[in-house]
């Protein structure tokens, strides 16, 4: 069974930077594609990004592209999400999420993790 754990949220002014981590555990981290989600409270859970198996090829969404960037750590089991620039419309539960097909949207996924808060205040 895959556990995700997320750390790195927290509350943070606009135009500051945080750093989510993803520890994956359960399965051969190495093979499967890795993604970021987030819910803002009282809508859906949005795709943010995604990162192959490899590391080579990286997704965003168009409201964070040129802000965040994707990182894996195969070696530490380990998916990073660098959040810069950040904006108050970026506050939201981030989740941490593993693919095990070629689709990176929120269907697709197969684990999830618990979840970490992002907030930004103005």
């Known amino acids: 069974q895959v556990r995700l754990v997320e750390s790195g949220g927290g509350l943070v002014q606009a135009g500051d930077s945080l750093r989510l981590s993803c520890k994956a555990s359960g399965r051969t981290f190495s093979l499967y594609a890795m993604g970021w989600f987030r819910q803002a409270p009282g809508k859906e859970r949005d795709f943010v990004s995604a990162i192959d198996w490899t590391g080579g090829r990286t997704y965003y969404s168009d409201s964070v592209k040129g802000r965040f960037t994707i990182s894996r750590d195969n070696a530490k089991n380990t998916v990073i999400l660098q959040m810069n620039s950040l904006k108050p419309e970026d506050t939201a539960i981030y989740y941490c999420?593993?693919?095990?097909?070629?689709?990176?949207?929120?269907?697709?996924?197969?684990?999830w993790g618990q979840g970490t808060q992002v907030t930004v205040s103005p």
């Open positions: 999420a593993q693919f095990t097909g070629s689709d990176y949207d929120s269907g697709s996924a197969a684990s």
